[in-house]
């Protein structure tokens, strides 16, 4: 992951179309995955498709004009970008609203997971609690321990998006993790 | 000072390593024919910029070879 940020240091300081066109190639390689995700769980319909093509030509076209110098904060960027053509998309669409994923659509993808990194008895067990945590949250909480430890969107970055202040979201996750806890337990 | 993470903290961040992990094996980067396009169009944008910013050479060496203005009052 570091050498992503390398490659859009590197892209920004290049001029050849040549060189642009192949080190777009690799930082998509490695960044389409995260904002498919990123969008196809926030729709859930065949219009996501459509949404991620905007995200990825809103991103490409703005590559060369990141200014930041973290990882984070390129997610953070991407991120930002992506929720934008969301919300573009949710004016238009005002049905069109993230659905909860069910624990059997989460172990699959975690099966999915231990392909490349297999999972010892300890993430089985610290997994488990996790998708009990989550999946019987309320919606509201659920959509912020989503979008906080799934997305990784740190209380800033969800406090910009929810039009909040920063210790709003941390005391909301806050409580939402307790109320989890009191459900699971 | 920040408090260190509790169990159902850590535990959810790996959950969300794996969900993002397990999507992105699920599903690989598809076709890129749209950021290639959109690369290219960037290109051409700075480029189009580029040659705006600068005076056309034409104009300039016209303005060189122009004679001087003649003087009004003679």
């Known amino acids: 992951m570091d050498d992503l940020l390398k490659l859009v240091r590197t892209y920004r300081q290049t001029a050849g179309l040549a060189e642009r066109l192949r080190l777009a190639e690799d930082i998509f390689r490695q960044i389409e995955p995260h904002l498919r995700f990123f969008v196809f769980k926030a729709l859930h319909t065949s219009s996501a498709d459509d949404v991620l093509q ?9 590559l060369g004009k990141f200014n930041g110098d973290t990882l984070p904060a390129f997610w953070a960027w991407c991120y930002r970008i992506a929720r934008n ?22 172990a699959e993808l975690i099966e999915a997971s231990a392909q490349d990194a ?8 610290d997994l488990e609690y996790a ?11 659920y959509e912020y321990l989503w979008k906080h430890f799934v997305f990784g969107l740190a209380y800033a970055e969800i406090a910009e998006q929810q039009n909040l202040s920063y210790d709003n979201v941390r005391m909301r996750i806050g409580r939402c993790l307790e109320e989890a806890k009191s459900l699971v337990a | 000072m920040p408090q260190p ?33 959109a690369v290219r169009e960037q290109y051409e944008q700075e480029q189009e910029a580029t040659r705006q910013s600068k005076p ?7 303005q060189q070879r122009q004679p001087p203005e003649p003087d009004v009052d003679r």
Do not use: W
Request: aromatic share 2%; hydrophobic share 35%.
């Open chain 1, 118 to 125: 297999p999972l010892s008895h300890q993430d089985k067990h």
């Open chain 1, 85 to 106: 053509k969301l919300a573009d998309h949710h004016r238009r669409e005002a049905s069109d609203r993230m659905q909860p994923m069910s624990h059997d659509e989460l």
């Open chain 2, 56 to 62: 056309k050479p034409d104009v300039a060496k016209d």
């Open chain 1, 131 to 141: 998708m009990k945590l989550l999946t019987r949250s309320k919606p509201d909480c």
């Open chain 1, 54 to 62: 905007e995200v990825l030509k809103a991103v490409a076209m703005s």
């Open chain 2, 5 to 37: 993470p509790t169990e159902a903290e850590l535990a959810l961040e790996k959950l969300g390593q794996r969900l993002r992990a397990g999507f992105a094996k699920q599903h690989p980067a598809q076709s890129l024919d749209k950021v290639r396009d």
